[in-house]
Structure formats: C-alpha cells, structure tokens
C-alpha cells in the first residue's frame, strides 16, 4: 500500500482546508486509517482515526473542527479541518494500519499546512 496526501495549503485563521489521502496497492488490505500532525521541534502527534469499522476519533485539541471521513472501499480518507487557528501549522501525514498487519503503520509523504494570524 502507498499512500499520498495532499490538500494542504496557507490560510488564515478562521478558515478551513480538506486534506485526502489516497491509497494505491492492495488497498483492501487496510484497516484503520489515521492523520498525524507534526509542528517544527515538536513530536508526531495524532489528530484523528477511522478505523475499519467507520468508528471515529479526534485528539482533543480538534474535537469540533476537524472530521475525518472516507470514500468507499476506505479510499480516499479526507480530513476536514475548520475554524483553523495558527497552532494547526504542521505537517499533516495520512497513515494506515493493515489486516494481519497488527500496529504497524504505513505511512505516506506529509502535506503542509500552515494558518496565518
């Protein structure tokens, strides 16, 4: 599986952005799919999963901004980010577990997003 995200982009605050992540190879093989966020010196942290089954999750930092959502056959996966505020800014990578592949992730090139003041 191979994955690639884009949608990122400068905006100002307030304003909103869709990331996808589309997955290419033996895409059936998927199982949960997550978006990762890193800011310059700071650690990967995880911004929302959607796992097999279509269950959600958001860190808390997002919870009412942001929803993660997917296609069909779980391609792509989109990230719809609103009301976004300056502390947004970071890389935004698009990751995915496999069947039968445990915690291991797959990961795709990052995208950047960076909001303005």
């Known amino acids: 599986v191979q994955l690639q995200a884009s949608g990122g982009g400068l905006v100002q605050a307030g304003g909103s952005l869709r990331l996808s992540c589309a997955a290419s190879?033996?895409?059936?093989?998927?199982?949960?799919i997550f978006w990762y966020r890193q800011a310059p010196g700071e650690m990967r942290d995880l911004v929302a999963t959607?796992?097999?089954?279509?269950?959600?999750n958001y860190a808390d930092s997002v919870k009412g901004r942001f929803t993660i959502s997917r296609d069909n056959a779980k391609n792509p996966v989109y990230l719809q980010m609103n009301s976004l505020k300056p502390e947004d800014t970071a890389v935004y990578f698009c990751?995915?577990?496999?069947?039968?592949?445990?915690?291991?992730?797959?990961w795709g090139p990052g995208t950047q997003v960076t909001v303005s003041s």
């Open positions: 990751a995915v577990t496999l069947v039968d592949g445990g915690d291991l992730k797959v």
């Open positions: 190879g033996n895409i059936f093989s998927i199982n949960d």
């Open positions: 959607i796992t097999s089954g279509g269950n959600t």
